[in-house]
T-cell receptor, first 119, second 117 residues
Framework: AQKITQTQPGMFVQEKEAVTLDCTYDTSDPSYGLFWYKQPSSGEMIFLIYQGSYDQQNATEGRYSLNFQKARKSANLVISASQLGDSAMYFCAMRETTAGGTSYGKLTFGQGTILTVHP | EAGVAQSPRYKIIEKRQSVAFWCNPISGHATLYWYQQILGQGPKLLIQFQNNGVVDDSQLPKDRFSAERLKGVDSTLKIQPAKLEDSAVYLC???????????????FGEGSRLTVL
């Protein structure tokens, strides 16, 4: 079973508008972390935002916010006021705690969503 | 602060040849990861080191892939012999140990793009 599912292969948004990128996850671990990364055409992976499973509030980082709905197991990324430079591939990822109660930090990634921002 | 360094950036080889990729993580990062990213897909973990010990290599094709992290700093990933399906970007990442509220995000290098002909 897929642990991280991103159902939108591609999304389009007009410059200055907001866009939501979907992510659902599957875990039975009560302690986990959710990440979003941006990958421009140059290839580097850029960390955007993090949400811990026990965090009471949705994470925000500048124009990025994470709409965390724990019961639905979704962690959608919202980008406000889109800019041309936001055009990139976006990946949702999850870190689970190992059976021994520790986590060495490895992330499992979804398939990604290509975002295109139109002027 | 210097980021994760990888080399070479690009490599083209014939199938059945061998190739090696090098990674130098961010100073002080105990954990190092090698991910394989096939075009159009998300990165897939190949191997994870904690200092110089292997934590997870469950998805590493051990008949052809090998990796080492001598002295717990830089690391080398080797493919021998290469197959056509090994064409991908090989991403190296590093992270601090996770403590308290630290997110433990992964910091990635620019990747090494391999083309197998």
């Amino acid at each position: 079973a897929q642990k991280i599912t991103q159902t939108q292969p591609g999304m389009f948004v007009q410059e200055k508008e907001a866009v939501t990128l979907d992510c659902t996850y599957d875990t039975s671990d009560p302690s986990y972390g959710l990440f979003w990364y941006k990958q421009p055409s140059s290839g580097e992976m850029i960390f955007l935002i993090y949400q811990g499973s026990y965090d009471q509030q949705n994470a925000t980082e500048g124009r990025y916010s994470l709409n965390f709905q724990k019961a639905r197991k979704s962690a959608n990324l919202v980008i406000s006021a889109s800019q041309l430079g936001d055009s990139a591939m976006y990946f949702c990822a999850m870190r689970e705690t190992t059976a021994g109660g520790t986590s060495y930090g490895k992330l499992t990634f979804g398939q990604g969503t290509i975002l295109t921002v139109h002027p | 602060e210097a980021g994760v360094a990888q080399s070479p950036r690009y490599k083209i080889i014939e199938k059945r040849q061998s190739v090696a990729f090098w990674c130098n993580p961010i100073s002080g990062h105990a954990t190092l990861y090698w991910y394989q990213q096939i075009l159009g897909q998300g990165p897939k973990l190949l191997i994870q080191f904690q200092n110089n010990g292997v934590v997870d290599d469950s998805q590493l094709p051990k008949d052809r892939f090998s990796a080492e992290r001598l002295k717990g700093v830089d690391s080398t990933l080797k493919i021998q012999p290469a197959k056509l399906e090994d064409s991908a970007v090989y991403l190296c990442a590093s992270s601090l140990a996770i403590r308290g509220r630290h997110t433990g995000e992964l910091f990635f290098g620019e990747g090494s793009r391999l083309t197998v002909l």
